[in-house]
């Protein structure tokens, strides 16, 4: 059974930083993992992926503050997120895609407010 499950999420003000976390079980390493999110009223959308060999995509606007990365071994991916603003708000996801199928964990919410 797959599982992915996130942390680190919370309320920051603008400017802050955040790490987020999400630590995968019953999935291959070899799977391409990512981070979504999604802004209420809004279409979820890519923050940042990278695969096993550590090639990375960024979303548009995430590349310069988003910095994603990626230990193997477990797998578990991380997101650091730097000068975050209002509009950063949003349940972060983290996804992992093998050939098993396309794989979801429930969601951290960031808050970024004065």
């Known amino acids: 059974q797959v599982q992915l499950v996130e942390s680190g999420g919370g309320l920051v003000q603008p400017g802050e930083s955040l790490r987020l976390s999400c630590t995968a079980s019953?999935?291959?390493?070899?799977?391409?993992m990512a981070w979504y999110r999604q802004a209420p009223g809004k279409e979820r959308e890519l923050v940042a992926s990278?695969?096993?060999?550590?090639?990375?995509k960024y979303g548009d606007s995430m590349k310069g503050r988003f910095a994603i990365s990626r230990v193997n071994a477990r797998p578990e991916i991380y997101l650091q997120m730097n000068s975050l603003k209002p509009e950063d708000t949003a349940v972060y996801y983290c996804n992992a895609v093998s050939s098993y199928g396309n794989y979801w964990g429930q969601g951290t919410q960031v808050t970024v407010s004065s």
């Open positions: 990278i695969t096993k060999s550590g090639s990375i």
């Open positions: 019953g999935i291959v390493f070899s799977a391409v």
